[in-house]
């Protein structure tokens, strides 16, 4: 069975500063890695998603995310918040294309002035 | 339409009673699938329908849910003799195409409380 682990349930950052948020996953085959992010009373937006080409995965909205397949980790990483950050973000992973995704259990962010 | 929609946005209902959930996928798209999200956890996995077929259905919790997919588009998740910790909102997401990433794109949610 796959799992996603996501360090921290909530985060907080000053504007400007480096935003980082944990993923770690076990996966018995080579996953599929997502990052969607949360806003309030909104659906799931897709940040990015590692699908065994490049390890260094870039997003919207200056995202970006490493795949580390011997720490298996996939942060994610965005070098300067801005306040519009703030939202819920989720890691996910899934076996194959197509598949139901697995989901950690989330990271709040909050982005202070 | 242009996303995935779902209807009701909420729904409150009285511990014992049925619901229905509506999802409307974006048109074209041959996957759709439900999840359910608890306050403060991940979304959790209930059931995948590819075409009309459900493909997935390992994360229904008990025989008091079921979902359809008559035409391969609209879908519905059914909740019998609902319980209060039946709570959650619940997502429907759907996706286009065999092959690819197959983004999964989802809708807002609807909101069922149980009282």
């Known amino acids: 069975a796959q799992s996603v682990t996501q360090l921290g349930s909530h985060v907080s950052v000053s504007e400007g500063a480096l935003v980082l948020l944990r993923c770690n996953y076990s996966s018995s085959v080579p996953p599929y890695l997502f990052w969607y992010v949360q806003y309030p009373n909104q659906g799931l937006q897709l940040l990015l998603k590692?699908?065994?080409?490049?390890?260094l995965v870039k997003g919207i909205n200056g995202f970006e995310a490493e795949f580390k397949k011997s720490e298996t980790s996939f942060h994610l990483t965005k070098p300067s918040a801005h306040m519009s950050d703030a939202a819920e973000y989720f890691c996910?992973?899934?076996?194959?294309?197509?598949?139901?995704?697995?989901f950690g259990g989330g990271t709040r962010v909050l982005v202070k002035p | 339409g242009a996303g995935v929609s779902q209807t009701p946005s909420n729904k409150v209902t009285e511990k014992g009673k049925y619901v229905e959930l509506r999802c409307d996928p974006i048109s074209g798209h041959t996957a759709l699938y439900w999840y359910r999200q608890s306050l403060g956890q991940g979304p959790e996995f209930l059931i995948y329908?590819?075409?009309?077929?459900?493909?997935?259905d390992s994360g229904l919790p008990n025989d008091r849910f079921f979902a359809v997919r008559p035409e391969g588009s609209v879908s519905t998740l059914k909740i019998q003799r609902t319980e209060r910790g039946d709570s959650a909102v619940y997502l429907c997401?759907?996706?286009?195409?065999?092959?690819?990433?197959?983004?999964?794109?989802f809708g807002p949610g609807t909101r069922l409380t149980v009282l």
């Open positions: 996910a992973v899934s076996k194959a294309a197509g598949n139901k995704l697995t």
């Open positions: 329908f590819q075409g009309t077929g459900a493909a997935d």
């Open positions: 997401a759907s996706s286009g195409g065999l092959a690819g990433t197959n983004e999964q794109f």
């Open positions: 590692y699908t065994s080409a490049a390890t």
